[in-house]
């Protein structure tokens, strides 16, 4: 059973920046994707972040582009998301997941989930 634990959340300014962390509890090829998502309250939860096994592309929210970035290090078993230039609107829960079905972004193709991990963006 694949396993995930977030870590790193916590409280930020406009303009700051934070490092979510996810390790796993153990190293495994069989997911397609291993990405990042958030809900925000009362709004479905989204995509933001995820990187392919398949050919090891990282694709992003739009939304985030150019602010957020995802990496993994296998040798720890972690997956990693900076966020700079955080913005209000990034506030939410951001959980990590693994999908055997997909490497997309498709939230609904994703099987493994951590607990989450809270992220508010507020001055």
């Known amino acids: 059973q694949l396993e995930f634990v977030e870590s790193g959340g916590g409280l930020a300014q406009p303009g700051g920046s934070l490092r979510l962390s996810c390790a796993r509890s153990?190293?495994?090829?069989?997911?397609?994707?291993i990405g990042w998502f958030r809900q925000a309250p009362g709004k479905e939860r989204e995509g933001v972040s995820c990187?392919?096994?398949?050919?090891?592309?990282?694709y992003y929210l739009d939304s985030v582009k150019g602010r957020f970035t995802m990496s993994r290090d296998d040798a720890k078993d972690t997956v990693y998301l900076q966020m700079n230039s955080l913005k209000p609107e990034d506030t939410g829960v951001y959980y990590c997941?693994?999908?055997?079905?997909?490497?997309?972004?498709?939230?609904?193709?994703?099987?493994?989930w951590g607990q989450g991990t809270q992220v508010t963006v507020s001055s």
């Open positions: 997941a693994a999908s055997t079905n997909t490497d997309a972004l498709n939230v609904h193709e994703y099987d493994y």
């Open positions: 153990e190293f495994t090829d069989d997911y397609l994707a």
């Open positions: 990187i392919s096994s398949i050919d090891g592309r990282t």
